[in-house]
């Protein structure tokens, strides 16, 4: 309890009303549970006219303890990439009111080969709007890109996922993932 009320202290001191800390916490709440994911995504990003793919995955959202995140498991259906597995961890920051995204799979482990270290998470919030926004950067096939994740909710049942790579620092966008989420 005594993190919890330094935690909000310190965002009442940069200007964050605790309030407004407390309903970034239970943002991605809507989330939790299971889900049917249809998928839209590009075979390659790095080329605007490549071609698209479509599949169909489970998704399963966990909450973790004490409202500091949650996390799901993610696995494709059908013939997409036969034993893929992958994990999204959300974690808060209740001293900004951010989240940080990590995407994790049994194919890299979302890790960094040099260190071991998690690779860095697209960071962001949900806005005014109740659209969530988060960027990053990462490397994909040797080029390192800007890459947005788009969260939005289209009632309590739906939800979309869109994920963009800039490859010119934010100037322009490529969608090149799109996840529409219904809830089982």
Same mark, same amino acid.
């Given at each position: 309890m005594k993190k919890t009320l330094g935690a909000l202290a310190l965002a009442a001191a940069s200007g964050a009303a605790a309030g407004d800390i407390e #309903?970034?916490?239970?943002? !991605?709440?809507f989330l939790h549970g299971e889900?049917?994911?249809?998928? #839209?995504?590009?075979?390659?990003?790095?080329?605007?006219?490549?071609?698209?793919?479509?599949f169909s995955a489970s998704n399963v959202v966990h909450a973790l303890p004490a409202g500091i995140g949650n996390y799901d498991e993610y696995r494709p259906l059908g013939d997409w990439r036969p034993g893929f597995v992958a994990m999204t961890l959300r974690v808060f920051d209740p001293v900004t009111g951010r989240w940080s995204i990590y995407w994790l799979t049994n194919r890299d482990g979302g890790l960094d080969p040099a260190t071991? *270290?998690?690779?860095?998470?697209v960071v962001g919030r !949900?806005?005014?709007?109740?659209?969530?926004? !988060?960027?990053?950067e990462e490397v994909y096939k040797g080029r390192t890109a800007r890459v947005r994740f788009t969260w939005t909710r289209a009632?309590?049942?739906q939800a979309r996922w869109e994920q963009a790579?800039?490859?010119?620092?934010?100037?322009?966008?490529?969608?090149?993932? *799109?996840?529409?989420f219904s809830k089982r």
């Open positions: #309903r970034a916490r239970h943002a !991605f709440d889900w049917t994911v249809q998928n #839209r995504r590009q075979s390659d990003y790095t080329d605007p006219n490549s071609p698209w793919e479509t071991g *270290v998690l690779l860095p998470p !949900f806005g005014a709007d109740g659209v969530g926004r !988060f960027e990053g009632g309590e049942r790579y800039s490859w010119d620092d934010g100037t322009s966008w490529q969608t090149n993932w *799109v996840m529409e």
